[in-house]
């Protein structure tokens, strides 16, 4: 038995693209749209083409997400028809994966932050006095 259960296929002509509709069993709450596209992309042999995700709805009462994915052939094609604030959204939930690296780097400076604060918090105090 597969977690992924095809809904509705279409090939709508008239836009270039295959729209596809399906069920993700057992996932509910849990599955994210970027690890939903990799599975559609490899449980429909889909390597090269771009798979967009519209819409993923999480039914109340049960461990099922339905989603619905935008297939194309050409990212050009693909950016004409689909809205842009979907390509940014699809953007920033790739580049969580780059930055854990870049935070572990980073830790150094949050720690002199950290000792910078208390002076900071003197500062603010004396005005407060003054206006007494």
């Known amino acids: 038995m597969s977690l992924i259960e095809t809904v509705k296929d279409v090939d709508?002509?008239?836009l270039s693209r295959?729209?596809?509709?399906?069920?993700f069993k057992?996932?509910?709450?849990?599955?994210?749209?970027?690890e939903a596209v990799d599975m559609v992309t490899k449980n429909f042999k889909l390597e090269g083409k771009i798979v967009i995700p519209i819409k993923?709805?999480?039914?109340?009462g049960r461990p099922t997400i339905t989603g619905t994915f935008y297939i194309y052939d050409d990212e050009k094609l693909a950016?004409?028809?689909v809205n842009p604030v979907i390509f940014k959204r699809l953007e920033k939930a790739k580049a969580p994966k780059e930055k854990?690296?870049?935070?572990?780097?980073?830790?150094?400076?949050?720690?002199?932050?950290?000792?910078?604060k208390p002076a900071e918090e003197?500062?603010?105090?004396?005005?407060?006095?003054?206006k007494s």
């Open 12 to 14: 709508n002509s008239f």
């Open 18 to 23: 295959r729209e596809l509709t399906c069920t």
């Open 26 to 34: 057992g996932l509910g709450g849990k599955l994210k749209k970027m």
């Open 56 to 60: 993923m709805v999480n039914h109340t």
């Open 79 to 81: 950016k004409e028809h």
């Open 100 to 116: 854990p690296a870049e935070e572990k780097k980073e830790s150094k400076p949050a720690e002199e932050k950290k000792e910078s």
């Open 122 to 130: 003197k500062k603010e105090s004396k005005p407060a006095e003054e």
